[in-house]
């Protein structure tokens, strides 16, 4: 018990146990060495001598001071337990203030020992106490230096074999980092070999020993001198348009290229080394990202009991995954798939142990039904609901009309009823372009949910609003995965229309907005995510065949015609609602006059569609839809009539 004890508490508490590595011990002898050399070098630089005899033996031995306070000092500062290869400007400076601390310490023993008139205190220098330190520090960090670089020459030996020369695009913080740790050893596989950067000002400089060559006109130079193979995008912003310009320029000469992942992703602690990954689709979206106010949407998630619907759909569950790093108190997922629920359960498990205390319950149930979702929300009693439940696959609803009612508006009214009963003090549907002057079913039965929703505020007071965007990449039944499938099998590519055009955002970053659209207070509003340009849906299968390394030219494109239900252009905003811009610059308002003879008529008229509905009778849910026109502001439903046969619904046809 005694020698542990000792153990412990003796050379544990000055840092030299067995936890001290081998480099530890090494910088502890040479701090010493460092001491007794510094002492010695000022006495001789002092005197003008080299004879040791006569500039240090008459001040022994209160020359020895700092030898014998200056490696304990440093023991007491951790300075032989950090990892001197990732050495960064608060290192030197906590040597700096080591060194200082121990010159204090030297000058104050000093002091004493010459009012006792110790050996060799009198006559002493006095302007050994200001080069002696100065000395010291030289010493002592030129050792750091010099372990630091033969550490790293090592890693980088190790891991140069099998590696893959690399030009890093982004000469700033990213890349710096990058570097740094490529040269540790910290990135297998890759060596670094230069920078690539816009900034003129940086160029034919050197970074971390690497050249900057130039912008990417200088690529091809660069690659013929450094013989790079790959490039790495190291542009935390995420913008595209440089990462599309630096994949066309890379391609262009036979280089594969990667990308760090955006500053959201790191800040949100979703970034590790391994997160460095080929480029994708969603890299080249025609659009600049948009930023969120994290401490907004933080602030009014957190401590807070959120209802999610349709949680196991692909923006439902995104939903949930950013909603439950805010800090809730209390998140209920509600689906009626249970499949679909238990896998977003599964996803969630690291997140639900990381978040402190939040309770999160996974409901059964189906917004079709009033009692079942009674039940829940009585339960959760929720600050928020967020309203995804939807049937959102155009031509199948265009099929089935009746049960996209049933789904997209009855469930919608269910929802909205139950949030209006039991007080709750804000709700948002998530709504789609396809509700602006629908030419289909779905678009028609979101466009009612809107206009329910906008109602329901009203008579509220609440902020219950209905967000309204475009196609989101990724989401189950999209255009990307079909259409890589398809390349996968070797098949050809299916297009709808050469022209066609839709507006595209990520999943993360739609639900980054509709969180904070959710901030905004007032009652009774639909918002428009802006989604930037529209995209054509052509240009985005040839970006996706030149990101699996294929030309474009060489890849057979199938014309197959729009299908039930869809048109050639999205629009985000009716003719006449005026796009108001918000507090926040990637979400709008899309205002028109209120009317609340119509609100009054939308409840009876969705009486008689629930009643057609129930009864599955098609042709009576259609012609209640076309009706439905005057009192949503929806112009041209014309085309919503019985499709001729159901199998065009089938797979391979690539529009959303």
């Known amino acids: 018990m005694g020698s542990q004890m000792r153990g412990s508490n003796g050379s544990s508490a000055l840092g030299l146990g067995r936890g001290l590595h081998r480099t530890g011990w090494l910088l502890f002898v040479l701090d010493i060495v460092a001491a007794f050399a510094a002492s010695i070098i000022v006495l001789c630089i002092r005197f003008d001598t080299p004879d040791l005899a006569i500039a240090v033996l008459p001040y022994l031995p209160a020359a020895l001071l700092p030898f014998a306070v200056r490696p ?17 400007v608060r290192d030197l400076l906590d040597l700096v203030r080591a060194v200082m601390v121990g010159s204090a310490i030297v000058v104050v023993v000093f002091l004493v020992l010459d009012r006792l008139d110790a050996p060799g205190t009198s006559p002493f220098p006095r302007s050994f106490f200001l080069l002696e330190p100065l000395v010291f520090l030289a010493l002592t960090a030129g050792a750091r230096i010099l372990v630091r670089t033969s550490l790293e020459r090592r890693d980088g030996v190790v891991s140069a074999g099998g590696s893959t020369p690399t030009l890093v695009y982004g000469a700033g913080n990213a890349g710096a980092i990058i570097a740094r740790m490529a040269t540790a050893g910290g990135l297998r596989g890759m060596r670094i070999v230069g920078f690539i950067d816009d900034d003129k000002q940086k160029h ?19 690659v013929e001198r450094t013989g790079a193979a790959q490039l790495l995008v190291a542009i935390p912003s995420g913008e595209s348009g440089p990462v599309r310009r ?7 000469l036979g280089m594969s290229v990667k990308i760090v992942p955006p500053l959201r992703d790191m800040v949100t602690g979703h970034y590790q080394v391994s997160g460095i990954r080929a480029v994708n689709v969603e890299d080249l979206l025609r659009r600049a990202p948009v930023e969120i106010d994290f401490e907004a949407v933080a602030t009014s998630i957190n401590g807070a ?16 995954r950013q909603i439950l790093s805010l800090g809730p108190r209390v998140l209920t ?72 009612v049933l789904t997209n508006v009855i469930g919608t009214r269910n929802v909205l009823r139950a949030c209006e009963h039991l007080n709750i ?29 906008v109602a329901a505020g009203h008579r509220t007071g609440h902020p219950y609003a209905a967000v309204r965007f475009g196609n989101v990449l990724g989401s189950s039944g999209s255009v990307v995965p079909l259409l890589q499938r398809q390349l996968d099998d070797g098949l ?48 985005l299968a040839r970006d996706l065949v030149r990101l699996n390394g294929v030309d474009p030219d060489s890849v057979q494109f199938t014309v197959t015609g729009l299908r ?63 009706r439905s026109a005057s009192l949503t502001g929806m112009s041209d439903m014309a085309t919503i009539s019985v499709p001729d046969e159901v199998v065009a619904v089938g797979p391979g046809r690539a529009s959303d």
């Open 72 to 88: 304990l000092v440093h023991i007491a500062f951790g300075l032989h337990r950090r990892e001197w290869r990732y050495a960064s």
């Open 204 to 222: 034919g400089s050197r970074l971390l020993g690497h050249r900057v060559f130039g912008g990417l006109d200088e690529l091809p130079h660069a």
């Open 425 to 453: 003090g804000r709700f948002i549907l998530i709504s789609t372009d396809k509700a602006v002057e629908p030419v289909s079913v779905m678009g028609a039965t979101k466009r009612l949910a809107e206009q329910l929703t």
């Open 305 to 320: 009991s959120v209802v999610v619907t349709g949680g196991g759909g692909s923006i439902g569950s995104e939903l949930v």
């Open 246 to 252: 630096a994949f066309e320029a890379a391609q262009a």
């Open 333 to 404: 997922i509600v689906d009626q798939n249970e499949w679909a629920l238990w896998n977003v359960e599964r996803d969630i498990a690291t997140l639900r142990r990381e978040a402190d205390g939040a309770h999160v319950v996974a409901a059964l149930a189906d917004v079709r039904s009033p009692a079942a979702l009674n039940a829940v929300l009585r339960g959760a009693r929720p600050d928020v609901v967020f309203h995804a439940a939807a049937l959102k696959h155009v031509p199948y609803v265009e099929f089935y009309p009746a049960e996209g």
């Open 564 to 626: 039930p239900g869809e048109r050639l252009h999205e629009k985000l905003f009716y003719d006449d609602e005026v796009a108001e811009r918000t507090r926040h610059p990637g979400i709008l308002r899309a205002a028109r006059p209120a009317s609340a003879s119509i609100e009054n008529q939308i409840e009876a008229f969705v009486d008689e569609l629930a009643a057609a509905a129930r009864e599955h009778n098609d042709g009576a849910v259609r012609e209640l839809l076309l």
């Open 492 to 539: 050809p590519l299916t297009i709808t229309q050469p022209d066609a055009t839709r507006y595209f955002m990520t999943i993360a970053e739609a639900v980054s907005l509709i969180l904070e659209a959710g901030t905004d207070p007032l009652a009774g509003d639909v918002y428009v995510l802006d989604m930037g340009e529209p995209m054509r849906i052509m240009d």
